[in-house]
């Protein structure tokens, strides 16, 4: 039987990303350079800690300036480690034939506030009304592949687990939505994303 709803994973699945173009961006605005800006933001989990929620941009801001040594503009900031995302067009086929099929569709990332103000920005048109569910790591306080995010998007999504479909492009990620009980997949192409979902019965006529 077809899934009952189905929840992709954002980087790498609907939209590409670029992190090294993201701190060559953060690097021009706060005049250092970008080996100096993915150390301040990778090491000791900052950009993790933006992602779970555990700090505001303010809070990033202000320890990215400590650990650079400069006080770039925050809005510029946050544009330049924000812009760095390209839709993946191959996609696009695919949540249509869901859509037509009535398949519920839903958002489950880890991200954080400036990226998703960014995408949801109206620019692209697929988020956030394409989908009717969005569980967003910096929202809800939780990251995959924690468990807690995994049976949170469950009841949002309103079925049983083992009727969820979901992809991503992380294999840890897909293991701990198997061991909640989805149906997961690792997602690397839209081709295969499509095959997959025809063999659960979903034919998508692409």
């Known amino acids: 039987m077809p899934p009952d709803f189905i929840y992709f994973d954002l980087g790498n699945v609907v939209f590409f990303f670029d992190r090294e173009r993201a701190f060559r961006q ?3 605005a706060s005049g250092v350079d970008a080996a100096r800006v993915r150390d301040a933001v990778m090491d000791g989990g900052l950009q993790q800690a933006l992602e779970r929620g555990d700090i505001g941009w303010g809070e990033f801001h202000a320890e990215f300036s400590r650990r650079t040594g400069t006080r770039p503009d925050p809005g510029r900031l946050a544009r330049a480690t924000s812009d760095m995302f390209d839709l993946n067009v191959a996609m696009l086929p695919v949540i249509a034939a869901c859509n037509r099929a009535g398949i519920p569709l839903g958002i489950l990332s880890n991200t954080c506030d400036p990226h998703w103000r960014f995408l949801a920005s109206g620019d692209y048109g697929i988020v956030p009304g394409t989908f009717r569910e969005i569980v967003l790591s910096h929202e809800v306080r939780m990251a995959k592949p924690d468990r ?10 309103g079925v049983e ?12 990620h897909v293991a701990a939505a198997r061991a909640a009980g ?6 690397t192409a839209a081709h295969v994303l499509t095959d997959q979902l025809t063999r659960r019965g979903l034919p998508l006529g692409l």
């Open 182 to 187: 989805w149906d997961a997949e690792l997602f």
């Open 161 to 172: 687990p083992a009727r969820i479909f979901f992809c991503d492009d992380l294999t840890e």
């Open 26 to 28: 953060m690097a021009e």
């Open 148 to 157: 807690g995010i995994y049976e949170f998007a469950a009841s949002r999504a």
